[in-house]
């Protein structure tokens, strides 16, 4: 069993990436998966339970690490017995230390997006959810979220988006970035199999000849859960690229994401 792990910004295709994965039969893809939660709880009780503190310290490290390796295989061995599997959640990425300590030379892919362009897809769905009235980031009476810019403010200082982008900037501080392969959304959608062969060469595996114009959804979830923002359904052919954020966002509004979030712009050269 090979685990490979799917870290990437939210509204940036993720879920394409993992139903794109999962047309290689070898491949079990998850949808947004709850494993890393499973291990953050584990985590926080082995930090904070006493019996561990009065214990061995150098032994309960080692058995907490396989405590938590033997659960992820076990967790997977339930659901599949494909070799590989690619497990979808934002939070790998800034956990590189551990899940390396757990299993050495962990493979994790990110896919980044123009972030004007991901900031335009939440409102987009903002509009959408708001046309019923149910969208709670949207308080008349308070003045909150009733424009795009407070809007965008919101979700730059809030989960999802940014708290990945809070993690991105740690990631690359901390030199954690030179472990993760960052791919563009992008260069996903213009050179499809050139992208792909570098995320099979990441991960030491023959490359897969997939197929652009037709990629089932493979991947199920219940979008509800999310609320307003829940959308992971991906179009069966691989799109093709458009940048609309001046059109849904306004020029200005663009522009001050620009300004703001330079090093972003600057390390992924967008």
Not at 101 to 115: G, M, S, W, Y
């Given at each position: 069993?090979?685990?490979?792990?799917?870290?990437?910004?939210?509204?940036?295709?993720?879920?394409?990436?993992?139903n794109?994965?999962g047309?290689?039969?070898?491949?079990?893809?998850?949808?947004?998966?709850?494993?890393?939660?499973?291990?953050?709880?584990?985590?926080?009780?082995?930090?904070n339970s006493?019996?561990?503190?009065?214990?061995?310290?150098?032994?309960m490290?080692?058995a907490f690490t396989?405590?938590?390796r033997?659960?992820?295989?076990?967790?997977?061995?339930?659901?599949?017995?494909?070799?590989?599997?690619?497990?979808?959640?934002?939070g790998?990425g800034?956990n590189?230390?551990?899940?390396n300590?757990?299993?050495?030379?962990?493979?994790?892919?990110?896919?980044?997006?123009?972030?004007r362009?991901?900031?335009?897809s939440?409102?987009?769905?903002f509009?959408?959810?708001?046309?019923?009235?149910?969208?709670p980031?949207?308080?008349?009476q308070?003045?909150?979220?009733?424009?795009?810019?407070?809007r965008?403010?919101?979700?730059v200082?809030?989960?999802?988006?940014?708290?990945?982008?809070?993690?991105?900037s740690?990631?690359?501080?901390?030199?954690?970035?030179k472990?993760?392969?960052?791919?563009?959304?992008e260069?996903?959608?213009t050179?499809?199999n050139?992208?792909?062969?570098?995320?099979?060469?990441?991960?030491?595996?023959?490359?897969?000849?997939?197929?652009?114009?037709?990629?089932p959804?493979?991947?199920?979830?219940?979008?509800?859960?999310?609320?307003?923002?829940?959308?992971?359904?991906?179009?069966e052919?691989?799109?093709?690229?458009?940048?609309?954020?001046?059109?849904?966002?306004?020029?200005?509004?663009?522009?001050?994401?620009?300004?703001?979030?330079?090093?972003?712009?600057?390390?992924?050269k967008?």
């Open positions: 069993m090979k685990i490979f792990y799917n870290s990437s910004m939210p509204r940036s295709g993720s879920t394409l990436l993992q794109i994965l047309q290689n039969p070898d491949f079990y893809v998850t949808p947004t998966s709850g494993l890393l939660e499973l291990i953050y709880g584990a985590k926080y009780n082995y930090a006493p019996e561990f503190k009065a214990q061995d310290k150098a032994l490290a080692k396989n405590f938590c033997e659960g992820i295989k076990g967790y997977f061995s339930a659901i599949t017995d494909k070799e590989n599997i690619i497990d979808k959640s934002r790998w800034i590189y230390d551990f899940i300590t757990i299993f050495p030379n962990a493979k994790i892919v990110c896919i980044v997006r123009d972030l362009d991901v900031l335009a939440m409102e987009k769905n509009r959408k959810s708001n046309v019923l009235g149910i969208n980031i949207l308080n008349n308070e003045m909150k979220g009733t424009t795009i810019f407070k965008v403010n919101v979700w200082n809030s989960q999802p988006v940014g708290l990945a982008l809070e993690r991105i740690d990631m690359i501080k901390m030199g954690h970035a472990n993760v392969l960052f791919v563009k959304y260069d996903l959608l050179k499809p050139e992208v792909m062969k570098t995320i099979y060469n990441h991960f030491e595996l023959p490359y897969y000849q997939h197929d652009w114009e037709n990629i959804q493979i991947t199920e979830e219940d979008d509800t859960v999310y609320g307003a923002y829940g959308d992971h359904k991906i179009q052919k691989l799109g093709t690229l458009k940048h609309n954020y001046n059109e849904v966002l306004g020029v200005d509004v663009s522009n001050y994401i620009k300004n703001n979030f330079k090093w972003y712009f600057d390390y992924f967008y």
